[in-house]
């Protein structure tokens, strides 16, 4: 079983931190233009540790599609 610690920092502590979902969003779009970013369905999501918004790959999606 993984420590709280351990969820936190691998949930929340080396991502980005959005203001809001819309700021995350645009963040994201860039990120997928810019080409940075592949390999699978991206999310906005809400982070329960830090209050903010982050993005990153769906859970359980496959690596093979891109946005």
């Known amino acids: 079983m993984a420590s709280k610690r351990r969820i936190r920092r691998k949930a ?3 991502k980005v931190r959005h203001a809001s979902r819309a700021d995350a969003l645009t963040a994201m779009h860039k990120v997928i233009a810019a080409g940075k970013k ?3 369905r991206l ?3 809400h982070c329960q540790f830090c ?3 982050h993005f990153g790959h769906a859970a359980g999606s496959s690596t093979g599609r891109s946005l």
């Open 12 to 14: 929340c502590s080396s």
């Open 38 to 40: 592949h390999g699978g």
């Open 43 to 45: 999310n906005v999501y």
């Open 51 to 53: 209050g903010g918004y």
